[in-house]
């Protein structure tokens, strides 16, 4: 059984907007990251600098995968 998908120029736009959206709020948390580990550097010695990277990376990994897989769809 062969089923062809025809997506229109508006749903394509939508998860244009979408993908672009997601995009935006995870610049949002690692900007707020990046803060919190500039305040743990400074006062409170770096202690926890590496758990907040972490999460850093995975946010950013998190991000990259859902980009990828969205771009996937729109071509």
Request: hydrophobic letters at 35%; a negative charge.
């Amino acid at each position: 059984m062969n089923q062809t998908v025809t997506r229109t120029a508006n749903d394509i736009a939508d998860e244009a907007l979408e993908a672009v959206g997601y995009g935006q709020e995870q610049s949002k948390w690692l900007s707020a990251l990046l803060i919190a580990i500039r305040l743990d550097a400074r006062h409170n010695h770096g202690r926890n600098v590496a758990d907040l990277a972490s999460l850093g990376q995975y946010l950013a990994d998190d991000c990259a995968n859902y980009l990828e897989t969205q771009s996937g769809t729109c071509s």
